[in-house]
């Protein structure tokens, strides 16, 4: 399949090689079942700093995965390879290196059968977003650059935009494929001040379409958060009221979507939601819902295994629900494989479903009304270097990042050095007063976002400070 000079993802040209890599695989006496996926990834992005881009380029890659099934004596033995092309010899090269594999492997102790034809959501892709490089980049980096500048402190950044198509297809009938695009814009803002210790201020917006990105809030924010020509100061570790905005507050919840909401996790008793499923765990304005098809922000509407993706309710009104599931995990938990949530990863594999579009339902208060009801407490931009200590309770360790504020009467007093935090997310969540208005979709320093309001926390433990 050729990559286009524009950038064309043409998910109809990755099912038709799909298909024709499972044919072919079929053609060989060893294999009983086939399953491929393709997938085509173009991105582009641009970093900047004070004096200008700093970095760019524009990039696309394929991704060829072939799993086989071979039969003997009754068992199946399974195996996957994976490549970068899709011609006659690179694809002959995958099936060999499946096909050996999988004579070399273990019997499947309780083999699930590949799931056949199905009806899913193609998806959309935005031609702007797709055909988005350097040069149209170049506007809004140069307006980030100009206010920072302004205001005399110093501005980093990054604007990417990435399109994505992929397909799957296997011998039972399956075949099917999705397009996607997504843009981000975040800048990073830092204040003039001896010692390092001036104001720092962040902001980030993530949409499906460029066109959408909101590019002059992203700046404002961020200019407002570096709290120019004032040094950070410090309050001691302890319990605060807090307010944790999208950013933070995904950060802490993306624990939950890798370690938590997962059939597998229940399965091996390291889940917060064993012996809590059906009680009352969170606060009552709490819910969480796992959502491809969120009006903000759709995601690809199957899984590995090409299943549908299930709209999951995951926490309704405080209430823990059951977890996501794949085939495997659905017919252990005593249905049958078509009643898998859509959660799989690509197969085989020793990860377990997970819940990978959280969606926290908003309340009544925007953010500034949510600052104003606190008396004495805390504004949190960001978590960074967050690691989990312990998943049955999902207690998390981490720090402050990208602007800290002290909140007194309901007004943001002044800016503050960092704090390290050791908390539960139960207990968070629990704690939780009041959930914000205003949604938005927040990643954090690995993979996965969310699409949450702010939310107000009482009693939210902070560990220890720092000097900077």
């Not at 066109?211 to 002059?216: K, M, R, S, T, V």
Request: aromatic share 6%.
């Amino acid at each position: 399949m050729a990559l286009t000079k524009n950038y064309g993802l043409g998910s109809e040209a990755l099912l038709d090689a799909a298909v024709e890599l499972v044919e072919r695989a079929h053609e060989r006496d060893t294999v009983f079942e086939a399953e491929a996926t393709v997938r085509l990834t173009v991105n582009s992005f641009a970093r900047f700093a004070d004096t200008g881009p700093t970095q760019s380029a524009e990039r696309a890659k394929l991704d060829v995965r072939l799993r086989i099934r071979r039969e003997a004596g009754g068992q199946l033995f399974e195996a996957a390879a994976s490549g970068q092309a899709l011609d006659e010899i690179a694809m002959d090269s995958l099936i060999d290196q499946a096909d050996s594999i999988a004579a070399i492997s273990p019997a499947v102790g309780t083999p699930i059968e590949l799931g056949g034809h199905v009806e899913v959501s193609t998806g959309t892709c935005d031609p702007a977003t797709l055909t988005h490089g350097p040069r149209e980049k170049a506007a809004a980096i140069k307006k980030a650059i100009a206010a920072v500048r302004a205001v005399g402190a110093t501005p980093a950044g990054l604007f990417d935009t990435t399109g994505s198509a992929v397909a799957i297809a296997n011998s039972k009938g399956r075949q099917v494929r999705n397009e996607s695009t997504r843009a981000s814009f975040a800048l990073t803002v830092t204040g003039p001040s001896e010692g390092g210790l001036g104001g720092s201020g962040w902001a980030e917006s993530i949409r499906s379409r460029v066109g959408d990105l909101d590019i002059d809030s992203v700046i404002e924010r961020a200019i407002a958060k570096a709290a120019i020509g004032q040094e950070r100061g410090a309050v001691e570790p302890g319990e605060y009221t807090v307010i944790l905005e999208p950013a933070a507050v995904s950060s802490l919840l993306l624990f939950a979507s890798y370690y938590g909401f997962g059939a597998k996790e229940v399965a091996e008793k390291s889940s917060f939601l064993c012996g809590r499923i059906g009680e009352k765990a969170f606060a009552d304005s709490v819910t969480i819902i796992d959502n491809w098809n969120h009006r903000l922000h759709k995601s690809c509407s199957f899984d590995g295994e090409g299943s549908p993706k299930r709209v999951t309710p995951l926490v309704t009104g405080g209430v823990l629900g059951n977890p996501v599931t794949d085939r495997t995990f659905a017919v252990k938990s005593g249905g049958v494989a078509e009643d898998s949530t859509g959660h799989a990863s690509p197969q085989p594999s020793s990860s377990g479903p997970s819940a990978s579009c959280l969606c926290v339902e908003p309340g009544e208060s925007s953010t500034a009304e949510l600052i104003a009801g606190v008396k004495r407490g805390l504004l949190v931009t960001q978590f960074h270097y967050t690691n989990m200590i312990d998943p049955r309770e999902m207690m998390l360790t981490g720090m402050t990042r990208n602007g800290l504020f002290l909140i007194e009467d309901g007004q943001i007093v002044r800016p503050l050095k960092n704090l390290r935090f050791t908390e539960s997310l139960m207990r968070a969540m629990a704690n939780v007063k009041a959930v914000g208005s205003e949604l938005d979709i927040s990643g954090a320093l690995f993979d996965g976002e969310v699409i949450t309001p702010a939310l107000c926390v009482e009693g939210f433990r902070f560990t220890s400070s720092t000097d900077f």
